[in-house]
Each structure stands twice: as structure tokens, then as C-alpha cells.
């Protein structure tokens, strides 16, 4: 059974960076797709980007660059960092797995099928 | 890119039918067969209902069903309940490593 768990600060400062961790338990991080996913207080959701370990990371355009994300095999664990925070960032982040399948003509893609609980963070002084 | 349109309510009473629409552009939804949709509770995580169009993973009620007709693609929660209350979304690849959501619609069930 795939579970996620998202950790990291709940307050970040405007004009810092917000960093955090999404910890991988019952599959490899380097096997799937994950996604980070961000859900403003009482808006919807929005897509902040992917990785996949052999392919590196893709981004919403929308972030302007501000958005990393990473992987670290050895931890089982994928990171997102979001600089030059404002308070437009608060919101609940969270990591899901992003379940492509490479099929004999092209792909199939399963959906986001295993999220964590999120973790909301804010951005204020 | 733009999110992908949904009406922002609907409702039905118990046992009755709603269809819940998701309009995109030829290079998202009418472009692709990735559309997935997403049941959400409040305070919860979202849940996958439905993936590459029309398809429900294992445990999801039969009376949950996607379809698509061009750039829009719609769900459809037949013989509501109560426990079907919740707010959905749409999504769906958008090319070139994108993937873009609905703006969600709050279901009401009456």
C-alpha cells in the first residue's frame, strides 16, 4: 500500500523560500510520476509541477520559475521549493503519485491515484 | 495556461441523476484522453473517480461515469446519495508535460 506524507515549516516568511518534503512509503520514488498540487484556502486546486526520475522535473508556466522540484532516491522522498514567496503562496500543498504507464502506443494514464494529507502552509511576516 | 471550466454548483435530490461539465480547448481536453476527475471532502485529500475519460479504478461506485464530446468532457453521479456531496474536479494533460485542473464544482445534494 502507497502512502505519502508532506512535512515541512507552516509559516514562511514573504520573499523566502518555501521547502518541502513528501516521504514515499511502499513504493520507489525512482518506479512513478509525483506531482505537487497546492490548494488555496476555500479555492481550487492547481498543478505545480512533476518529476520523474529519468526525466527530470516539469512546471506549471504559470510559477514564472519559481518552483523546484526534486528527488532523493536514497531518502524515498520528493522535495518541492518555491521561492520569492508572497501571501498568494498560502495554501495546502500537497504531493500525490502521478500514475503514467507507458503502453505500446503511447500512454495511459491513471490520474493522480495516491495523495498524502497535505499541509498547509502561510505566508506571512 | 488557463484552468479548464466547470460550473461553480449543481445539485440533486437522492436517487436523481447530474451530469457536471468541464470545458477545455482542443490542446487540453479535446486534444487528449487523459482527463481524470476528482471527488474532494471537505478538509480531505482528493480522490481519483475517474481516469482516461470513462474508466473508475477498483472501488468506485458504478454509478459514477465520464464521457467526452470534443473539448468538453462531463460526470456523471447517477442515483446521488448523500455521501456524494462533495466538490469535484476535472483535469486534464494540457501537451508538453502539462496538466491543468477545473476550477472545481461544489455538488449539492438536496
Known amino acids: 500500500q502507497v502512502q505519502l506524507q508532506e512535512s515541512g515549516p507552516g509559516l514562511v516568511k514573504p520573499s523566502e523560500t518555501l521547502s518541502l518534503t513528501c516521504t514515499v512509503s511502499?513504493?520507489?520514488?525512482?518506479?512513478?510520476?509525483w506531482s505537487w498540487i497546492r490548494q488555496p484556502p476555500g479555492k481550487g486546486l492547481e498543478w505545480i509541477g512533476y518529476?520523474?526520475?529519468?526525466?527530470?522535473?516539469h512546471y506549471n508556466p504559470s510559477l514564472k520559475s519559481r518552483a523546484t522540484i526534486s528527488e532523493d532516491t536514497s531518502k524515498n522522498q520528493i522535495s518541492l521549493k518555491l521561492s520569492s514567496v508572497t501571501a498568494a503562496d498560502t495554501a495546502v500543498y500537497y504531493c500525490?503519485?502521478?500514475?503514467?504507464?507507458?503502453?505500446?502506443?503511447?500512454?495511459?494514464?491513471?490520474?493522480?491515484?495516491?495523495w498524502g494529507q497535505g499541509t498547509t502552509v502561510t505566508v506571512s511576516s | 495556461q488557463s484552468a479548464l471550466t466547470q460550473p461553480p454548483s449543481a445539485s440533486g435530490s437522492p436517487g436523481q441523476s447530474v451530469t457536471i461539465s468541464c470545458t477545455g480547448t482542443?490542446?487540453?481536453?479535446?486534444?487528449?484522453?487523459?482527463v481524470s476527475w476528482y471527488q474532494q471532502h471537505p478538509r480531505k485529500a482528493p480522490k481519483v473517480m475517474i481516469y482516461?475519460?470513462?474508466k473508475r479504478p477498483s472501488g468506485v461506485p458504478d454509478r459514477f461515469s465520464g464521457s467526452k464530446s470534443g473539448n468538453t468532457a462531463s460526470l456523471t453521479v447517477s442515483g446521488l446519495q448523500a455521501e456524494d456531496e462533495a466538490d469535484y474536479y476535472c483535469s486534464s494533460y494540457a501537451g508538453n508535460n502539462n496538466l491543468v485542473f477545473g476550477g472545481g464544482t461544489k455538488l449539492t445534494v438536496l
Open positions: 518529476i520523474y526520475s529519468s526525466e527530470g522535473a
Open positions: 482516461e475519460v470513462n
Open positions: 500525490a503519485r502521478d500514475h503514467w504507464e507507458r503502453i505500446t502506443n503511447g500512454w495511459k494514464y491513471y490520474g493522480m491515484d495516491v
Open positions: 482542443s490542446s487540453d481536453v479535446g486534444g487528449h484522453n487523459h
Open positions: 511502499g513504493a520507489s520514488t525512482s518506479d512513478y510520476y
